[in-house]
Nanobody
Framework: QVQLVESGGGWVQAGNSITLSCAVSGFSTSRAMGWFRQAPGKEREFAAVISRNGGHTTYADWTEGRFIISRDDAKKTIALQMNNLKPDDTGTYYC????????????????????WGQGIQVTVSS
């Protein structure tokens, strides 16, 4: 059974950092992994992705170089380090695994991810 479980969210003041973690289980092979954000009243949008073997990463423009995605396949975890947070970063963050298994391929569209976590809230206060 595939499971993606996010942790590490919470409340943080603007300008500070927080790191989200996603524990992954149930896959027979590794996949590209991504993070998405859903702000209040808005659609879920792409934030960051790391390729299957970790060699490539891509970020949404709105992250402005403040986020770092990483993976530890030995521990089966994906992390999203978020620095210099802004109130606009507030939202529910979702971990997702790509539906296809392709070497070093980057996916950024929601429909390219077949498995999702339950989401975790991040609130940034000004």
């Amino acid at each position: 059974q595939v499971q993606l479980v996010e942790s590490g969210g919470g409340w943080v003041q603007a300008g500070n950092s927080i790191t989200l973690s996603c524990a992954v289980s149930g896959f027979s092979t590794s996949r590209a992994m991504g993070w998405f954000r859903q702000a209040p009243g808005k659609e879920r949008e792409f934030a960051a992705v790391i390729s299957r073997n970790g060699g490539h990463t891509t970020y949404a423009d709105w992250t402005e170089g403040r986020f770092i995605i990483s993976r530890d396949d030995a521990k089966k975890t994906i992390a999203l380090q978020m620095n210099n947070l802004k109130p606009d970063d507030t939202g529910t963050y979702y971990c997702a695994a790509s539906g296809l298994v392709l070497p070093e391929t980057i996916f950024t569209r929601r429909n390219e991810f077949g498995s999702w976590g339950q989401g975790i809230q991040v609130t940034v206060s000004s």
